[in-house]
């Protein structure tokens, strides 16, 4: 169930984050998308080069699991794009993920334990003031609690975090309690209009040192909505409503698009580093 946004009481608004606020309404939080929005080009998933693996965030196994038969991965999105209403953010800086599938020999049932994410935030708009330092918005893709994956086919909530120093460090576009929810596949998507379906890449092997096995693959959605923005500047409600105007959320489904080009590594438990 979705928990309503938070009432904030009568506060006065900072004079800077009132100028931001002034600012934003009359131009662009983001590269702006057209109203209705048009099917990435098929460009849009690309082999990039093969990045390192990382398998400190691997997560503890459940009681009861075998470490030679279950796998830690480290997903590591290399490029991409994603479309959250009018708010459009091609993917500049990897996102990595960690988690396990844990297997338990008595119930014969692999577990997906999640990990970690690492991101780092992405610029969106260069200075607002004229100074790309202090007035630049960034947005960073957070984990927001939820995950499971068969196949290579992953759910994963997610949470979109704007900084500056006048959006604070708590604006968000989704969050825990209402996240964005993707259904992430490396086929082809049947999304509801204005968007038309999208195919991601099928998960391939393209080598292993012994240890560790690497596939590149494309993930894809367009079928999901957005959740409208909060926290921003205190949790000032102008600020979130200028928000949300100029990134075009709440978006319903089949408005928004995520495309994550891929590479993931996996090894057993039983060949980590001790």
């Keep these: 169930m979705k928990t309503p946004l938070k009432r904030t009481a009568r506060i006065a608004v900072p004079v800077a984050v009132t100028a931001t606020a002034l600012t934003l309404s009359g131009g662009a939080l983001a590269q702006a998308s057209p109203a209705t929005p048009a099917a990435p080009a098929a460009s849009t998933l690309a082999d990039d080069p093969i990045p390192t693996f990382d398998f400190t965030d691997c997560p503890t196994l459940p009681a009861g699991s075998a470490p030679r038969s279950s796998l830690c991965f480290n997903a590591v999105v290399t490029s991409g794009q994603m479309v959250l209403g009018k708010f459009t953010q091609n993917l500049t800086k990897p996102i990595r993920m960690t988690f396990?599938?844990?297997?338990?020999?008595?119930?014969?049932?692999?577990?997906?334990?999640f990990g970690r994410m690492r991101s780092d935030k992405m610029l969106v708009m260069p200075?607002?003031?004229?100074?790309?330092?202090?007035?630049?918005?960034?947005?960073?893709p957070e984990y927001a609690g939820g995950f499971d994956i068969k196949n290579f086919q992953v759910k994963l909530y997610l949470k979109v975090r704007l900084t500056n120093p006048f959006l604070g460090g708590t604006c968000l576009i989704g969050d825990d309690s209402d996240p964005i929810r993707l259904d992430l596949?490396?086929?082809?998507?049947?999304p509801p209009p204005p968007n038309t379906p999208i195919t991601g890449k099928p998960p391939v092997i393209i080598g292993t040192d012994g240890t560790t096995v690497t596939r590149s693959l494309g993930h894809v959605d367009n079928s999901f909505?957005?959740?409208?923005?909060r926290?921003?500047?205190?949790?000032?409600?102008?600020v979130n409503q200028?928000?949300?105007?100029?990134?075009?959320?709440?978006s319903a489904a089949g408005r928004n698009t995520m495309i994550f080009n891929e590479?993931?590594?996996?090894?057993?438990?039983?060949t980590l580093p001790t």
């Design 185 to 190: 596949i490396t086929g082809t998507t049947s």
């Design 127 to 140: 200075g607002i003031f004229g100074d790309p330092i202090l007035t630049a918005v960034y947005a960073r």
């Design 242 to 250: 200028i928000v949300n105007s100029q990134a075009g959320v709440p």
């Design 231 to 238: 926290g921003c500047a205190l949790d000032i409600g102008l």
């Design 263 to 270: 590479y993931v590594g996996y090894r057993t438990y039983a």
């Design 225 to 229: 909505s957005v959740p409208g923005a």
């Design 100 to 113: 396990a599938t844990a297997y338990n020999p008595e119930t014969r049932v692999h577990t997906p334990v």
